[in-house]
């Protein structure tokens, strides 16, 4: 049987031999890509500021941090209900509260719910780009100038991507962040592999200065590189193995999730990242390839969905919308069965009015998307799942 699997990195040899000198010259946590990574961010973000950290979330943390130092006096922070839960980790741990507000068809905050739920106690909104999907950044921007409302340009999942405009995500704002952990658009490895805090707004540069520029040097980055290699990279091979390997190697069965301290991204993962972005623009067509074979082979079915399409739109991953009552996880296992790799989409955060995220969290799937699929393969996985449909009892 032929296997259709998940992609969590689109790495080449490249990627491997930067591994292999870091870890031969032991220079895993500090060296050279640190600073040569932030001089070709700071040169692409320009005129806006950035500093790099290990996780996208605790850039999230900074900015809000800084945004209640100014405004003590406000603590709610506006989220879409559909998102990355590290998100609603991260205001948590700031001791602020999150608000949902609904999405919108393409999962991104909708403008007007984000308006409506505005108090006296908003402090801030965040605004992702779903799965590299941009969302109304420019509205968004407008309407929290307008209230004196901070901005949180989410990029994590986009870099590299810029509105119709022609304006890089992450810009728009008070502050953007980024991130380059597993299925992201640049990869560098997993739990706390890279992030980054993109200073829009120069009142705010003093302040992420003193935050950033003390981080901690990053540690432990090998357990979490063997991690990324077992479960994801190579999961093909390894299958289920990992505990073995974990026992063997430490003695005991943990996994690398442990490490959730606050640090500088590694100099390992930096020297991944340099080679990820010289191929950047590469990975994009392609992946914009595959978005555009999925939806011709979808476009004339009545039961699965594909909301974010647009020709010529990069998305990092294709999640797909099947009918109404359907049962993801019997289609996961389904779908797995006949070798093809599925996973679900985010579980809604909801509050009274999210109505269109509590759906999507029941209906949408993620299906494989790597940059080397071809159009025989997609066109397969497109005919597994509607099979899979028609067996659970969905005709079209
Ligand atoms: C992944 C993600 C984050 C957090 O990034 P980490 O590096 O995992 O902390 C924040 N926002 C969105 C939209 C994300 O997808």
């Given at each position: ?10 790495w080449s ?9 870091c870890i031969?010259?032991?220079k ?7 600073s040569?990574?932030?001089?070709q961010?700071?040169e692409?973000y320009s ?13 999230i943390?900074?900015a809000l941090?800084?945004?209640h ?9 506006i989220i879409p209900a559909?998102?990355c839960?590290?998100v609603v980790?991260?205001?948590h741990a700031?001791?602020l509260?999150a608000?949902?507000?609904?999405v ?7 403008p007007?719910?984000m ?7 908003t402090?801030?909104?965040?605004a ?10 420019e ?7 307008d209230?004196?409302?901070f ?9 590299g ?6 304006r890089l995500l992450g ?8 991130s380059?952990?597993?299925s992201k658009?640049?990869?560098?490895g997993?739990?706390g592999?890279?992030?980054?805090l993109?200073?829009?707004?120069i009142r705010?540069?003093?302040a992420?200065?003193l935050?950033?520029?003390?981080l901690?040097?990053?540690?432990n980055r090998i ?9 994801y990279?190579?999961s ?6 990992y505990y073995y390997l974990?026992?063997?190697?430490w ?5 690398s999730?442990?490490n959730n301290?606050?640090?500088?991204i590694?100099n ?6 340099l080679v990820?972005?010289a191929k950047?623009a ?12 999925y ?11 594909f909301?974010?399409y647009?020709?010529?739109?990069y998305?990092?991953?294709i999640m ?10 019997t289609v ?6 006949k ?14 009015n ?16 790597g940059?080397n ?12 799942l ?10 079209s």
């Amino acid at each position: 049987m032929k296997h259709y699997r998940l992609s969590f990195a689109e790495w080449s040899k490249t990627e491997y031999l930067v591994i292999l000198r870091c870890i031969l010259s032991g220079k895993i946590n500090q060296g050279k890509h640190l600073s040569a990574l932030s001089r070709q961010l700071i040169e692409y973000y320009s005129p806006s500021q950035i500093y790099l950290s290990n996780y996208g979330h605790h850039a999230i943390e900074v900015a809000l941090k800084i945004f209640h130092g100014v405004r003590p006096e406000r603590n709610q922070v506006i989220i879409p209900a559909y998102i990355c839960p590290s998100v609603v980790q991260a205001i948590h741990a700031c001791g602020l509260i999150a608000v949902s507000v609904d999405v919108e068809d393409d999962f991104n905050l909708d403008p007007m719910a984000m308006h409506a739920a505005f108090s006296p106690w908003t402090l801030a909104v965040i605004a992702p780009h779903m799965y590299g999907c941009p969302a109304k950044i420019e509205q968004i921007e407008q309407i929290c100038k307008d209230a004196e409302i901070f901005l949180i340009d989410d990029a994590a999942q986009v870099m590299g991507v810029s509105t119709n405009n022609g304006r890089l995500l992450g810009t728009f704002g008070d502050v953007g962040i980024l991130s380059f952990a597993q299925s992201k658009t640049i990869v560098t490895g997993i739990r706390g592999s890279g992030g980054a805090l993109i200073i829009n707004n120069i009142r705010h540069s003093d302040a992420a200065k003193l935050m950033m520029e003390t981080l901690p040097p990053s540690s432990n980055r090998i357990n979490a590189l063997i991690d990324f290699f077992w479960n994801y990279l190579w999961s093909a091979f390894t299958g289920n193995s990992y505990y073995y390997l974990c026992r063997l190697l430490w003695g005991v069965g943990r996994r690398s999730d442990e490490n959730n301290q606050h640090s500088m991204i590694s100099n390992l993962e930096a020297g991944i990242a340099l080679v990820q972005l010289a191929k950047l623009a590469e990975i994009k067509i392609e992946k914009i390839r595959v978005a555009e074979l999925y939806y011709g082979n979808l476009k004339n079915s009545k039961m699965i969905e594909f909301p974010q399409y647009q020709e010529g739109r990069y998305l990092a991953r294709i999640m797909l919308k099947l009918p109404e009552m359907v049962d993801l996880k019997t289609v996961k296992e389904k779908l797995k069965i006949k070798g093809v790799g599925s996973r679900l989409g985010y579980k809604s955060f909801h509050s009274e009015n999210t109505k269109n995220s509590e759906n999507l969290s029941l209906r949408l799937i993620g299906v494989p998307c790597g940059s080397n699929m071809t159009s025989e393969e997609i066109e397969a996985v497109c005919k597994i799942l509607q099979i899979t449909l028609n067996e659970i009892g969905l005709h079209s």
